[in-house]
Structures are given as structure tokens and as C-alpha cells.
């Protein structure tokens, strides 16, 4: 029988630089008195990020929304955008904020991605962009859409939020699309507390989105658009060059974990690893399963409830559904006879956790747990089994 963990073990934890080094960076920060507006730090950071992820154009930002938002602004798109019902909430307030109306397209069941068959049908006069999401770092299929983006003169833009460093084909993710947002919150593999960045394939619109995260200021005291501030602060940058130095590290920890997880998932049943693709340059953000009730004997929202009991916070990362939000849910495409798999999926799905100072045994001990709850394998309750651990 397995015992709950002493600690709490959450969905993930951030990836932080020794303290010591921090220190330091604040330290030259501090005495060089330059704490925002492009300063040394921000240059250095944008300027390695742009090797990291291969691509031309970057632009640093204070957040992910804040990034898409204006990215979303740079387009000056009109009327409606189809998007996925399957995401976080900044994905569609950005929308709103930018006066557009979100058409929701119904997901992949294997990606949780857009489901692309789905996107021309729901196309009007009125649809001026595809705003995909690559959930939980599975890549959208990039190909199809750009292929009916080009069929109707559609912008595409992807919240790649869970994708840092992800390649597809070889190819940075960040080079497809017009648009590729970033997140660099303190959950994301790569972080800088908060903050987020905009790849952005045409250099003219990379100066737009430049001039929108600095309230259109062109110089000191011309102003060319109506932007709003954005920007992302030096402490933000300073530790984001120091947190990219240890990412790869990072990156191979969560492999191994990510396998450990596999292994052994492989035998209970009822359980599918939805972040399984087969790609070394994957971004090992979230490991994310799902539970078929029907199998597994027991519901996806049960076993997060009782996984806390053995002090595991699992995360039923994206529930509810954007689509049920109050304000949209008046809108023909978010009705649920028109989201099948979104409707079957947000009470399938459960983010595990996932994080490289997530020791080994851990996982095999969560996937142990896992094993013991699942209906007609399960006696006692996880209190009775409290001081009896086996792993
Ligand atoms: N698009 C997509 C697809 C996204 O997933 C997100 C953000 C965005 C856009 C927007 O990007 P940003 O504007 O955020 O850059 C978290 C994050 O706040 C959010 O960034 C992320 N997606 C979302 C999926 O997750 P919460 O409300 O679930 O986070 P929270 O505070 O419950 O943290 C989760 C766990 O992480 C905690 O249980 C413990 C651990 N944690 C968290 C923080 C903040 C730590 O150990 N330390 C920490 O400092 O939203």
C-alpha cells in the first residue's frame, strides 16, 4: 500500500538560477541605475533568445498575454478569429481585448490541438485569422493550416505559450505562422518570473509590435500608435539570461521523467499519455494524461480529488472550456453540440506533475498510486494507509 507524500508535491515548480547568482546580476543592475526600457539586460536576453530558438525577430514582453494582445493589435485584424475552446483564458481574452470574436473550432482527440478537417467549415466573410494553440507543447499541424490560410488570406497567429524550443521537422516552431507567442511565466520550462515574447516572421511588422509595447512612442516625443506598456523590466530579463543557461539541463531531467512516467503508466488501464510525441526538440512542459473512466474505473475529476489525499496537485488544466465562459456562450460555435471532442476531452485530461527537481522514485510512486486507486484495485483509503509506504 502507498503512503501519501510527507511534502506536497504540486504540478510543477520553476526553474530557478542559484541564489548567489541572482544576487550578483541584481547587484550590476542596481549599480548601473538602468532598471527598464531596453536596457543591457533585455539586449542580452533578446539577443540570445534569438540563438536559442533560431529565429530573426524577437520581441521581449512583460507577460504572454500582454504579448499576444498586441501581436494580435500588430495584424489589424477585423470581425472574427478561429481559435481553440481547449485553452488557458488569456488565449481568447486577448481576442476580446482587441475587439474580435472568437469562433471555436472543435479539438483533435490525439493533440488536443485544432482540429483542422473542422476550420473551413466554420470560415465567413468575416474571418480574418486562425489562432492556433500548440496544448501542452504538442505542435498544431502548422502545415494544413498555413495551407488554408493561404486558401482564404488568413493571418495565423499560435500561442506557443508551452512550446519553448520546440522544432517541428527540424524547424523552430516559432518560424511558422506570422505570429509565435511565448510564455515566460515562473510554471513555464524556460522563465523569467513572468514575461513572454512575440516571434514575428516580417521585420516591418516586428517594428510595429516594438512601437505597441512602448506606448507607440517613436522617439521621445513623437507617438505613432496608440500602444499601451509592455515591456519587460531588467531584473525579468537579468534572470531570464541566467535561467536559459540552465534550461537544457532542465530539459533532460524532464526526459527522464517523462519516461519514468511511461514506463510505468504502460500497465494500468484506462490511462493515455496525451504528450507522448516523438520528437527530441519537444519542450517537456506538461506531462498530461488522460483517464477513461470507462476503463480506468473511476473519472478523470475523481481522481484529482483523491490524488490530493496523498498530497499530489494534479492540475485539470483547461477546465472549463473558453466556449462556457458567460460571455460566449450565446455563440453558435460554442455551443457543445459543436465541440464533441473539446466536451469529451476537458473531463479526460489531467496534468501530472512535472518538474525537474521531481525526484524519480516520486513519479514511480505517483504512478503508484495511480495503480492502487483505480476502481477494483483500491481498499483502503489513502488515511488508512498513512505511515505504511512502501516506495
Ligand atoms: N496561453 C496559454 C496556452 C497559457 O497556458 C498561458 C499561461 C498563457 C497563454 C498566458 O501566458 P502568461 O501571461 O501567463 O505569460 C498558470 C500560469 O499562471 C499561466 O502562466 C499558465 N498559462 C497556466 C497554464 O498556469 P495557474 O493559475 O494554474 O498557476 P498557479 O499559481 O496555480 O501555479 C500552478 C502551480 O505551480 C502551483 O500549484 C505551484 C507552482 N508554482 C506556481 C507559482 C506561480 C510555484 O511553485 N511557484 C510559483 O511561483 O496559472
Same mark, same amino acid.
Given at each position: 500500500?502507498v503512503?501519501?507524500?510527507?511534502?506536497?508535491?504540486?504540478?510543477?515548480r520553476?526553474?530557478?538560477?542559484?541564489?548567489?547568482?541572482?544576487?550578483?546580476?541584481?547587484?550590476?543592475?542596481?549599480?548601473?541605475?538602468?532598471?527598464?526600457?531596453?536596457?543591457?539586460?533585455?539586449?542580452?536576453?533578446?539577443?540570445?533568445?534569438?540563438?536559442y530558438?533560431? $529565429?530573426?525577430?524577437?520581441?521581449?514582453?512583460?507577460n504572454?498575454?500582454?504579448?499576444?494582445?498586441?501581436?494580435?493589435?500588430?495584424?489589424?485584424?477585423?470581425?472574427? $478569429?478561429?481559435?481553440?475552446?481547449?485553452?488557458?483564458?488569456?488565449?481568447?481574452?486577448?481576442?476580446?481585448?482587441?475587439?474580435?470574436?472568437?469562433?471555436?473550432?472543435?479539438?483533435?482527440?490525439?493533440?488536443l490541438?485544432?482540429?483542422?478537417?473542422?476550420?473551413?467549415?466554420?470560415?465567413?466573410?468575416?474571418?480574418?485569422?486562425?489562432?492556433?494553440?500548440?496544448?501542452?507543447?504538442?505542435?498544431?499541424?502548422?502545415?494544413?493550416?498555413?495551407k488554408?490560410?493561404?486558401?482564404?488570406?488568413?493571418?495565423?497567429?499560435?500561442?506557443?505559450?508551452?512550446?519553448?524550443?520546440?522544432?517541428?521537422?527540424?524547424?523552430?516552431?516559432?518560424?511558422?505562422?506570422?505570429?509565435?507567442?511565448?510564455?515566460?511565466?515562473?510554471?513555464?520550462?524556460?522563465?523569467?518570473?513572468?514575461?513572454?515574447?512575440?516571434? $514575428?516572421?516580417? *521585420?516591418k511588422?516586428?517594428?510595429?509590435?516594438?512601437?505597441?509595447?512602448?506606448?507607440?512612442?517613436?522617439?521621445?516625443?513623437?507617438v505613432?500608435?496608440?500602444?499601451?506598456?509592455?515591456?519587460?523590466?531588467?531584473?525579468?530579463?537579468?534572470?531570464?539570461?541566467?535561467?536559459?543557461?540552465?534550461?537544457?539541463?532542465?530539459?533532460?531531467?524532464?526526459?527522464?521523467?517523462?519516461?519514468?512516467?511511461?514506463r510505468?503508466?504502460?500497465?494500468?488501464?484506462?490511462?493515455?499519455?496525451?504528450?507522448?510525441?516523438?520528437?527530441?526538440?519537444?519542450?517537456y512542459?506538461?506531462?498530461?494524461i488522460?483517464?477513461?473512466?470507462?476503463?480506468?474505473?473511476?473519472s478523470?475529476?475523481?481522481?484529482?480529488?483523491?490524488?490530493?489525499?496523498?498530497?499530489?496537485?494534479?492540475?485539470?488544466?483547461?477546465y472549463?472550456?473558453?466556449?462556457?465562459?458567460?460571455?460566449?456562450?450565446?455563440?453558435?460555435?460554442?455551443?457543445?453540440?459543436?465541440?464533441?471532442?473539446?466536451?469529451?476531452?476537458?473531463?479526460?485530461?489531467?496534468s501530472?506533475?512535472?518538474?525537474?527537481?521531481? *525526484?524519480?522514485?516520486?513519479?514511480?510512486?505517483?504512478?503508484?498510486?495511480?495503480?492502487?486507486?483505480?476502481?477494483g484495485?483500491?481498499?483502503?483509503?489513502?488515511?488508512?494507509?498513512?505511515?505504511?509506504?512502501?516506495?
Amino acid at each position: 500500500m502507498v503512503a501519501p507524500f510527507n511534502e506536497p508535491i504540486y504540478v510543477t515548480r520553476p526553474l530557478l538560477p542559484d541564489i548567489q547568482i541572482v544576487n550578483s546580476k541584481i547587484n550590476d543592475i542596481w549599480e548601473s541605475k538602468w532598471l527598464t526600457n531596453n536596457g543591457t539586460q533585455h539586449k542580452k536576453l533578446e539577443l540570445e533568445l534569438m540563438k536559442y530558438l533560431n $529565429v530573426k525577430n524577437i520581441s521581449l514582453f512583460n507577460n504572454g498575454t500582454m504579448a499576444l494582445l498586441l501581436g494580435l493589435k500588430s495584424l489589424d485584424l477585423k470581425g472574427e $478569429v478561429i481559435t481553440t475552446p481547449f485553452t488557458f483564458p488569456a488565449t481568447v481574452q486577448a481576442l476580446d481585448w482587441n475587439g474580435l470574436t472568437p469562433v471555436f473550432c472543435d479539438i483533435d482527440p490525439q493533440t488536443l490541438n485544432i482540429d483542422t478537417c473542422k476550420i473551413e467549415a466554420l470560415i465567413t466573410e468575416d474571418t480574418s485569422a486562425i489562432l492556433g494553440v500548440h496544448v501542452f507543447g504538442n505542435p498544431c499541424d502548422v502545415y494544413e493550416i498555413q495551407k488554408i490560410a493561404d486558401k482564404y488570406n488568413l493571418k495565423v497567429i499560435y500561442d506557443g505559450a508551452h512550446t519553448f524550443g520546440t522544432k517541428i521537422d527540424g524547424q523552430p516552431i516559432g518560424s511558422f505562422g506570422d505570429i509565435t507567442m511565448f510564455s515566460f511565466h515562473a510554471t513555464k520550462l524556460f522563465n523569467t518570473i513572468e514575461g513572454g515574447a512575440l516571434v $514575428v516572421k516580417d *521585420e516591418k511588422l516586428n517594428e510595429k509590435v516594438s512601437l505597441l509595447k512602448n506606448f507607440g512612442l517613436s522617439g521621445p516625443e513623437e507617438v505613432v500608435l496608440s500602444g499601451l506598456n509592455a515591456k519587460m523590466n531588467e531584473v525579468q530579463a537579468g534572470i531570464g539570461v541566467e535561467v536559459l543557461k540552465i534550461v537544457d539541463e532542465e530539459r533532460a531531467k524532464r526526459k527522464k521523467i517523462k519516461e519514468t512516467y511511461e514506463r510505468n503508466l504502460a500497465d494500468i488501464p484506462g490511462i493515455r499519455v496525451i504528450t507522448n510525441l516523438e520528437n527530441e526538440y519537444s519542450s517537456y512542459q506538461y506531462f498530461v494524461i488522460e483517464i477513461d473512466e470507462g476503463i480506468y474505473g473511476r473519472s478523470r475529476d475523481w481522481v484529482h480529488d483523491e490524488l490530493k489525499k496523498y498530497n499530489v496537485f494534479t492540475r485539470r488544466y483547461f477546465y472549463p472550456l473558453c466556449s462556457e465562459f458567460e460571455w460566449y456562450k450565446h455563440l453558435e460555435s460554442a455551443q457543445p453540440n459543436n465541440l464533441p471532442q473539446a466536451q469529451k476531452s476537458v473531463k479526460q485530461v489531467l496534468s501530472m506533475p512535472y518538474y525537474g527537481e521531481l *525526484e524519480l522514485k516520486s513519479v514511480e510512486k505517483i504512478c503508484a498510486i495511480l495503480m492502487e486507486i483505480h476502481l477494483g484495485n483500491s481498499g483502503d483509503t489513502p488515511q488508512q494507509k498513512i505511515g505504511s509506504a512502501v516506495l
